[in-house]
Each structure stands twice: as C-alpha cells, then as structure tokens.
C-alpha cells in the first residue's frame, strides 16, 4: 500500500507541473504582450521605414531572449543561495524522534537543474511567440497619425 501511494503522488507531481507550466505560459505571454504595446511606436516606426515582419519579429525575439536569460539567471542565483543557506547553515530543524534526522536535508540534482532551466528558456522562446505574431497586425499608419 505504500507503494501505491507514492505512485499516487507521482502522478500528483505531473499535474502540479502541468498547472504551473500553464501558468507560467500565460505570464510569459502577457508579458510579451504589454512589452510589444509598449514598443508599438517604434515597431510603427520600423514598418514606415520599410522594415519586414520578419526582421521586426526577429528583433524582437533577440531583446525577449535576452530578458528571459536575465530572468533564468537571477532565479537560478536565488535559488541556489537559497539551497546553500539550507544546506550549510541547516535552519529547519526536525524532530530526531519522529524523522530520524535532525535537519531538513538539501540535494541539488544537477542534471535535472540543467533540464529545467534549459526547458524553462525554451518553454519561454516558445510562449513568447504567440504575443510577437501580433507585431503584423501593427498597421504602421494607425501608430504613426499625429494626434
């Protein structure tokens, strides 16, 4: 029965992982989103100076990536100072009697911390492409009209 139960709770994991990978696909398209309203004047600009979809998307893509890599980069920073912090300083401490260990223990599975951050940036390129197919739509007429 023990058995079956962490079976249970391996499938509880992959449902928690596709709810927050969900999530996380519809942050990442809102926020491309709103940084593409906020470079609509440019993006107007472009078009009126005879820039393709495609070189503007590309662009576009190259300033999203950069922002993912800073935004991958500081949570792996954060996460691993975290984890030093647990693992040197043990600040959880734990009843002997009842779990056999004094200390919350920390491990760190490098191969599965290379794998998710390297799905995180792809899951992000990927959701960022959404939000970057509305650059077409930008009518460089409407962006550009005096007002």
Request: glycine fraction near 2%; aromatic fraction near 12%.
């Amino acid at each position: 029965q023990l058995f079956d139960w962490l079976a249970l709770m391996k499938k509880n994991e992959l449902i928690i992982f596709i709810v927050m990978l969900i999530v996380a696909m519809v942050n990442i398209i809102s926020t491309i989103s709103i940084f593409v309203i906020e470079k609509t004047k440019l993006i107007g600009m472009l078009k009126v100076l005879g820039a393709l979809n495609k070189s503007i998307i590309e662009i576009m893509y190259y300033q999203v990536f950069f922002i993912i890599i800073r935004g991958v980069s500081i949570g792996n920073l954060i996460a691993l100072v975290v984890t030093a912090i647990l693992h040197f300083l043990k600040p959880i401490k734990l009843d002997p009697a009842i779990y056999y260990i004094s200390y919350a223990p920390v491990w760190i599975d490098w191969k599965a911390f290379v794998f998710i951050n390297i799905l995180t940036v792809f899951t992000c390129v990927i959701s960022a492409y959404i939000p970057l197919r509305t650059i077409s739509k930008i009518s460089p007429i409407k962006v550009v009209e005096y007002k």
